[in-house]
């Protein structure tokens, strides 16, 4: 069964650093494609970054860039999301996803899976 599974949320004060990990497990190769998202209650998800593992491109939101850095082990099939300079609007739900089926990167629907998300809070 193919899962992802978030890790490295928690809560950090304005200026910091936090480091997300999402490891795909029950695959049989490593993931062409792979993304983090972020949602706010009652806001629509965002797409943060995404890197297509096969030429190493990234692309990220206008939000994130310069400060957040997305990269990929494809030995252990983990992405990796490194967040500096967090504000408090980086509060949010991080999502992970992999293999994006159709549509543009940052749709979340067009990934084949997501995983369930962990939380990430910054304080002022």
């Known amino acids: 069964q193919v899962q992802l599974v978030e890790s490295g949320g928690g809560s950090v004060q304005a200026g910091g650093s936090l480091r997300l990990s999402c490891v795909a497990s029950?695959?049989?190769?490593?993931?062409?494609?792979m993304a983090w998202f972020r949602q706010v209650p009652g806001q629509e998800r965002e797409g943060v970054a995404a890197?297509?593992?096969?030429?190493?491109?990234?692309v990220y939101a206008d939000s994130v860039k310069g400060r957040f850095s997305i990269s990929h082990d494809n030995a252990k099939n983990t992405v990796y999301l490194q967040m500096n300079s967090l504000k408090r609007e980086d509060t949010a739900v991080y999502y992970c996803a992999a293999d994006l089926l159709q549509g543009a990167w940052y749709e979340f629907g067009g990934y084949v899976y997501r995983g369930q998300g962990t939380q990430v809070t910054v304080s002022s």
């Open positions: 029950g695959y049989r190769s490593s993931r062409k494609s």
């Open positions: 890197i297509f593992t096969g030429r190493g491109t990234t």
